[in-house]
């Protein structure tokens, strides 16, 4: 019933920029944290940034601290990934997560999107 979708991913040169965006829906009560993760070819998926329900408390990978920025839009059910200076290394399927409670019931599960492709590339 919940579904999350994300966007914005697509291939981009080294230093640019990509903002991703990952938009919830469904029978939705209230939607705690949220956050982006990553997962490239042959590796595991990995924590990229999480955002609070207040959308003051954030956290980054190490290796994103700095060129990437996560944001959301309670009205929109919708959080945000800027991701800035982008590097080769940043290839990967970008996942959105959200802990959600729905209307059925009052226990907070997390839910995934199917990811967007972002592709870092001269």
């Known amino acids: 019933q919940v579904q999350l979708v994300e966007s914005g991913g697509g291939l981009v040169q080294p230093g640019g920029s990509l903002r991703l965006s990952c938009a919830a829906s469904g029978s939705i009560r209230d939607i705690n944290s949220m956050g982006w993760y990553r997962q490239a070819p042959g590796k595991q998926r990995e924590l990229v940034a999480t955002i609070s329900r207040s959308g003051t408390t954030n956290a980054y990978a190490d290796s994103v601290k700095g060129r990437f920025t996560i944001s959301r839009d309670n009205a929109k059910n919708t959080v945000y990934l800027q991701m800035n200076s982008l590097k080769p290394e940043d290839t990967a399927v970008y996942y959105c997560?959200?802990?959600?409670?729905?209307?059925?019931?009052?226990?907070?599960?997390?839910?995934w999107g199917q990811g967007t492709q972002v592709t870092v590339s001269s």
């Open positions: 997560k959200a802990g959600i409670t729905t209307v059925g019931r009052l226990v907070e599960l997390p839910y």
